[in-house]
């Protein structure tokens, strides 16, 4: 069965400082990667996704995620983060047949 | 582009009642799934839905649980009777064909509180 493990639950920074969420998966076949974020009030929404090709991608807002296929692990980072950026965000791996499989969640809170 | 609408967005019921839940997805997804989302951890899979067909409910506990997705557009999840352990936010989802490499588009959800 596949899993999900995201090391930190609650992460509290101050703006300007770096970020970086762990995630670690269980699955042994192909997979994609995904990073969702949740603001305040809104609905979960795609951060970025690894498919395939680069293992280093970027998302919206300044977000990368390094796919490290040894490690089974997709972190994701931040060089700068900002208030805005305070949010739940969620790691996902989906299986070759299609099955989606969240982590439990980082809750992130920038202070200004 | 409209997004996936949940309604409703609050729902308070005693334990033993009956609720549902109801979700339009994004014009054209093929692919609508249900979560189950519980305070403190992630979305749970319940049920994926392929057009009207269904692909994975081995999540779902299908003695009080049930789902269905008439003409492979809108659907509805139902607990009947609902549990205090079914206080949770449900939520919908919605892709298009369930490729390896397609996200889901999800809703508001809706926040279920079993008293």
């Known amino acids: 069965a596949q899993s999900v493990s995201q090391h930190n639950h609650h992460v509290i920074l101050s703006e300007a400082a770096s970020l970086e969420l762990g995630c670690n998966y269980s699955?042994?076949?192909?997979?994609?990667l995904f990073w969702y974020v949740q603001y305040p009030g809104q609905h979960l929404q795609l951060l970025l996704k690894?498919?395939?090709?680069?293992?280093l991608v970027k998302g919206i807002k300044g977000f990368e995620a390094e796919f490290i296929k040894s490690k089974f692990s997709f972190n994701l980072r931040k060089p700068s983060v900002q208030w805005s950026d305070t949010a739940e965000y969620f790691c996902?791996?989906?299986?070759?047949?299609?099955?989606?499989?969240f982590g439990d969640g980082t809750t992130l809170t920038v202070k200004p | 582009e409209a997004g996936v609408a949940q309604s409703p967005r609050y729902k308070i019921i005693e334990k033993r009642q009956s609720v549902a839940f109801w979700c339009n997805p994004i014009?054209?997804?093929?692919?609508l799934y249900w979560y189950q989302q519980i305070l403190g951890q992630g979305p749970k899979l319940l049920i994926q839905f392929q057009n009207n067909g269904v692909v994975d409910d081995s999540q779902l506990p299908k003695d009080r649980f049930s789902a269905e997705r008439l003409k492979g557009v809108d659907s509805t999840l139902k607990i009947q009777p609902a549990k205090l352990e079914d206080s949770a936010v449900y939520l919908c989802a919605s892709s298009s064909p369930s490729g390896l490499g397609t996200e889901a588009f999800f809703g508001q959800g809706t926040r279920l509180t079993v008293v």
């Open positions: 996902a791996v989906k299986s070759n047949a299609g099955k989606s499989t």
């Open positions: 699955y042994g076949g192909t997979v994609n």
């Open positions: 690894y498919f395939s090709g680069d293992p």
């Open positions: 014009s054209g997804h093929a692919t």
